[in-house]
């Protein structure tokens, strides 16, 4: 479409002439929108137009064309300078009904929400991801929503907001989400004067629906309402990302212990449940790990203390459902073809081994499920489908945080003993934790763990004098290539190796070496020229 002719009919004042244009621009340009350089200035003073538009009192259909053609052009951050204004940002702001500094407050757009009709429910749904297309592009429009405190009218949408409209919710939650992760005071903000912890786990209990039945234990309110409806798992996920910005770091002052052990609660539960397709499943499980990585080790403990179904005497009564999730997670991520290892991997093996190296039931639990006591030592480690063969393989792979997770999580099972280390792994996949980590000599590393041992199994007794410890297996004997030859035939292979030999010496690569008569190494023509010991002044005397 022609801009100029847009631009002109926003000028002209005709509502309807100007919802017919846009709605008719927002067709051709929603899923296939290019940025023409040509037309850049001309897409800037549409941004500004547009915003002119927004803020005289126009019908809401309006509303929502003008903000839907601002959502298409907020993708070229080349265009936002007109948005990304306190007076842009304000508009957009008291559309989206965010209630925040002393210009949000007095800005007459904010209405109850419970008297909007769907039309205007639309437009805030509009405004909202306006807002996130501009705060994502423009580092200007991040300075501005934190001067009008936009976290702050985000922070009292989410305390009002139970039953909202879906997707009013989740922009909330997502443009949340951005500012915390964009703006660090922002973030700081957000923990200390807002308790954003305390309101997004509120959140996260609300949309997963959980009942508490002990002091750290969730359960859903309906044991029947699985799984999680995609609107709820959609906001649930939004919420885990706010919350992972918050809790990157201690977080213990404002929030207290309490507090991050009610998260560890919810994380487990999640954990335990399913959404409507595996991917989406998957994906809720990834925020879980990601959110728990960030707590105190301490917190981790709510994993596993709560009621066994069933009885694991063997783990002293723990209940280790969420660590088997977690080991399923991860084989799910390492047999992931195409997956990126550091991004997908490396949080879940380094949640399991700080847990493992802090909690021994659940070092125990993961040791038996990923180094059982070991049988078959005729096959390389790194070979074969277990979860032992996977792990092994990623020590040597190219990535170096892969490489050193993976091992460190092996070394941690193993209770940091290079020798038990070792046992599982061989000398060759071992190597490179053994140098970073000075311990190549052998020993423990710094980490005190608890006596027990698990003892070997007789098959691994009677074959261990074989094993060769590079490889971690027991080789088949090589066959002596000389024994079939015929005396000919050693005779040429011999000269062969001479004549190589001869041509590396005489091309200066190897020096042949002799022994003088202290014992030290010389080269060969040197000995060769000390004068033989005279043996006979014994004779004369």
């Known amino acids: ?32 929108f290019t940025f023409d350089q040509k037309e850049e200035n001309l897409r800037s003073k549409l941004c500004q137009s547009l915003l002119t538009v927004l803020g005289r009192q126009v019908q809401p259909s309006c509303q929502k064309a ?44 904010h209405l109850q929400e419970d008297t909007q009709t769907a039309e205007e429910e639309r437009v805030v749904v509009e405004a909202l991801k306006c807002l996130c297309n501009v705060v994502f592009n423009s580092v200007a429009a991040q300075q501005v929503g934190a001067d009008v405190e936009l976290a702050r009218g985000l922070c009292a949408r989410l305390h009002a907001a139970r039953a909202g409209h879906h997707e009013v919710g989740l922009f909330s939650l997502r443009l949340l989400f951005l500012l915390s992760a964009l703006r660090p005071d922002v973030r700081g903000g957000l923990r200390r004067e807002l308790h954003a912890v305390r309101l997004l786990t509120e959140v996260l209990e609300h949309t997963l629906d959980v009942r508490w039945v002990g002091p750290y234990e969730a359960a ?12 709820d798992n959609e906001r649930a996920m939004e919420a885990l990302k706010a919350l992972f910005n918050l809790t990157l770091s201690d977080a213990g002052d404002e929030d207290g212990d309490h507090q991050l052990r009610l998260i560890a609660a919810i994380m487990r539960h999640l954990l335990m449940l399913k959404t409507e397709t595996e991917e989406k499943t998957e994906e809720a499980h990834s925020h879980a790990v990601n959110l728990l990585s960030n707590l105190p080790v301490s917190c981790l403990d709510v994993l596993i203390d709560v009621p066994v179904q069933g009885g694991q005497e063997e783990y002293s009564g723990k209940n280790m459902d969420s660590v088997q999730v977690l080991l399923d997670f991860m084989e799910k991520r390492i047999d992931k073809q195409g997956s990126n290892y550091k991004e997908g991997l490396t949080p879940v093996l380094s949640l399991m081994t700080e847990g493992s190296r802090h ?106 004098p074989f094993i060769n410890p590079i490889t971690g297996h027991v080789e088949e004997p090589l066959p002596n290539p000389i024994e079939e030859m015929t ?55």
């Not at 980590?437 to 710094?446: I, K, M, N, P, S």
């Not at 190589?500 to 030290?520: A, C, E, H, W, Y």
Request: glycine share 8%; net charge negative; proline share 5%.
């Open 220 to 231: 859903p309110q309906d044991p029947q309402s699985l799984p999680i409806p995609a609107e």
């Open 1 to 32: 479409m022609d801009l100029n002719n847009i631009l002109s009919q926003l000028e002209a004042d005709n509502e309807e002439e100007i919802e017919k244009l846009l709605q008719q621009y927002n067709r051709e340009n929603s899923h296939t």
């Open 359 to 464: 909690h021994r039931e659940i070092r125990r639990y993961i040791k038996a499920q990923v180094l059982p006591p070991l049988k078959d030592v005729k096959i390389r480690p790194e070979i074969g489908t277990t979860i032992r063969n996977k792990l092994v393989r990623l020590m040597t792979h190219v990535d170096m945080g892969v490489k050193q997770s993976a091992a460190e999580f092996l070394f941690v099972l193993c209770k940091e003993s290079v020798d038990n280390l070792l046992k599982y792994t061989g000398y060759g996949n071992a190597a490179g934790l053994l140098v970073a980590r000075g311990l190549l000599a052998g020993g423990r590393g710094e980490t005190q763990y608890s006596d027990d041992e698990d003892s070997d199994t007789e098959e691994y007794k009677s074959a261990k």
């Open 487 to 541: 005396e000919e035939q050693k005779e040429y292979e011999a000269q062969k190796l001479v004549n190589m030999f001869d041509k590396l010496s005489r091309q200066n690569l190897i020096r042949p070496m002799g022994v003088r008569k202290d014992g030290t190494l010389a080269p060969l023509d040197e000995t060769l020229c000390q004068p033989p010991e005279d043996s006979s002044g014994s004779d004369s005397d």
């Open 66 to 109: 003008c903000l839907e053609t601002l959502r298409i052009l907020s993708r070229d951050k080349r265009v936002l300078g007109p948005v990304a204004t306190r007076e842009g940002m304000l508009v957009l702001a008291g559309l989206a009904r965010l209630q925040g500094g002393e210009e949000g407050g007095d800005n007459q757009n």
